[in-house]
């Protein structure tokens, strides 16, 4: 293990399993259904932590956790590349990244938009740009990589096999207990891109390209709200995010700063529904 701090993340990758394994034989449980929607996040951002900075030292174990995450969060772990480090990182909220929140249209409004409806759809909008991405990433594998291009069909495989083997078993346990949270963590893990950056300045000119947050949530989170300092330093590991993060406090507008995750989502996503005051004000500024 690289570093010791991951023993929350496998914390995380075990307890999830168990608590739908529990569930499955004792019957359902609201706190217990609740706690494992909040840890189907958690496997999203491990997900994202072990792309930018593998787990283990060992190829092999690395494999391995991917294999189990990908059976975690109901969907191949490859795609964090293609979407992610290629895209994402290396454009950060610019013109050319292929799921900057300002590129999407909603009902009634064009581009730019921070509301509820822009939030909800986000995640349906970037998987319509995603997924000819990783087609054309795979055929690139194919190509020039066949042994991983293998590796990546494995995944869906995995899914694929372990879903059909949970719906024959008892197909109502896999719905509820299964698909429906994966659905969630995965919901979460694209929408967290409108969180962090709707309403930023994209035009590369300064550091308000992100949103931070924080408060209790981000320890849990794996300091996920610190985004500044993750995009500046995409390879450090998790646990120095607060560190880094003091570097660019001062040069991130005002309004880029938020105390809490929920606080800023009642206001911009359901406040804003009541009064104009509460809206999301835009800091995009196009060349």
């Excluded at 994966?182 to 035009?203: E, I, P, R, V």
Aim: with cysteine; charged share 15%.
């Amino acid at each position: 293990m690289r570093n010791w701090r991951d023993w929350q993340s496998l914390a995380y990758l075990l307890v999830l399993p168990l608590l739908v394994l529990w569930q499955w034989q004792q019957g359902f449980s609201w706190p217990l259904y609740l706690l494992e929607l909040f840890l189907t996040l958690g496997v999203g951002v491990i997900h994202h932590n072990h792309t930018h900075l593998r787990i283990w030292t060992s190829r092999r174990l690395n494999r391995l956790t991917d294999l189990w995450i990908t059976l975690l969060q109901g969907h191949p772990t490859f795609v964090f590349y293609p979407s992610h480090i290629a895209n994402h990182h290396r454009y950060q909220h610019g013109e050319q990244d292929i799921t900057r929140t300002y590129r999407f249209n909603t009902p009634g409004a064009r581009g730019d938009t921070n509301h509820l409806l822009g939030y909800l759809l986000h995640p349906l909008q970037a998987i319509s740009v995603l997924y000819p991405e990783f087609i054309a990433y795979l055929k690139r594998r194919y190509k020039f990589q066949r042994a991983y291009f293998y590796y990546c069909v494995l995944q869906y495989l995995l899914v694929i096999g372990f879903w059909l083997v949970l719906a024959v078993i008892d197909w109502e346990k896999w719905l509820v207990l299964v698909l429906i949270p994966q659905l969630h963590g995965l919901h979460w893990l694209l929408a967290t891109n409108y969180l962090q950056h709707a309403h930023a300045d994209g035009s590369g000119k300064n550091l308000h390209f992100a949103r931070n947050f924080y408060g209790l949530l981000n320890p849990l989170l794996f300091n996920i709200g610190l985004h500044t300092a993750h995009h500046k330093h995409p390879r450090a590991h998790w646990s120095q995010l607060p560190e880094l993060h003091q570097d660019y406090v001062s040069q991130v507008h005002p309004a880029l700063h938020e105390k809490s995750l929920l606080r800023y989502m009642l206001r911009t996503y359901l406040l804003a529904l009541l009064h104009p005051r509460w809206r999301s004000r835009s800091l995009h500024h196009k060349d």
